[in-house]
């Protein structure tokens, strides 16, 4: 159940992953027909394409791709292609909100500037490098992986809840006409906070430094890497 579960949750990451792309592509499309014709109504296409559909795929991108990273033992921090595409995602994230939606709004009232193009060629070559660390995921493990340790998978609740936030996300945000994603926000900073101290937990254990349970012995034999 929990692999069917898991496999419905990269379905998920997938589909709004390509969504996110495409609709980027086509904000591009718009952007840059603004521009050359001077018609005012593709920037306020753009902008109502970034508030109303870019804006949840790529916060239900980000959030499904985060919470795999959590409840897999690929973690964040684990790999450098997985942290790679963890930084990644953040920058855009960032860009998208603060920078390109104001520069959008601007421009559907006239106010038109050549950062548009820029930011959006710069988040469609973003994504197409995450996409080669997906596919190649290059470049092994950081200095912080203890291979001792390995997270084991998260059970079938998590995945069901990587599935059922972001939609609960999506309804809150037609309702309200705004598409912050604060249940998807608050629920993968939760659970990878619980996640990391599991973690920090396991490899105390490993390492013969014993748990919260209790010391280990210190004639207790070391663990074998797993």
């Given at each position: 159940m929990a692999k069917r579960a898991r496999t419905l949750v990269v379905w998920l990451h997938v589909v709004t992953s390509v969504?996110?792309?495409s609709q980027a592509v086509g904000l591009l499309a718009l952007v840059l027909y603004g521009l050359n014709t001077g018609d005012i109504n593709a920037f306020r296409m753009a902008r109502v394409l970034d508030h109303q559909v870019l804006a949840f795929m790529g916060a239900a991108s980000a959030f499904?791709?985060?919470?795999?990273?959590?409840?897999?033992?690929?973690?964040y921090f684990r790999q450098w292609w997985v942290l790679s595409k963890f930084a990644i995602t953040i920058?855009?994230?960032?860009?998208?909100?603060?920078?390109?939606?104001d520069k959008l709004e601007a421009a559907a009232h006239g106010h038109v500037t050549s950062w548009l193009p820029v930011g959006t060629a710069c988040m469609i070559s973003g994504f197409a490098f995450q996409?080669?660390?997906?596919?190649?995921?290059?470049?092994?493990?950081?200095?912080?992986?203890?291979?001792?340790?390995?997270?084991?998978?998260?059970?079938?609740?998590?995945?069901?809840?990587?599935?059922?936030?972001?939609?609960a996300d999506l309804v809150i945000g037609i309702y309200?006409?705004?598409?912050?994603?604060?249940?998807?926000?608050?629920?993968?900073?939760?659970?990878?906070?619980?996640?990391a101290a599991?973690?920090?937990?396991?490899?105390?254990v490993a390492s013969g430094r014993g748990s919260a349970a209790g010391p280990a012995r210190r004639d207790a034999a070391a663990p074998s890497p797993r």
């Open positions: 969504g996110w792309l499904t791709g985060m919470m795999l990273s959590a409840t897999t033992p690929w973690g920058v855009q994230l960032y860009i998208g909100i603060f920078i390109l939606s996409t080669w660390l997906s596919v190649a995921k290059p470049w092994g493990r950081t200095p912080w992986a203890d291979p001792k340790v390995k997270l084991p998978t998260a059970s079938t609740k998590a995945f069901v809840l990587a599935l059922v936030i972001p939609l309200t006409s705004s598409p912050a994603p604060f249940l998807m926000l608050i629920t993968v900073i939760a659970y990878s906070i619980r996640r599991r973690g920090r937990n396991r490899s105390s």
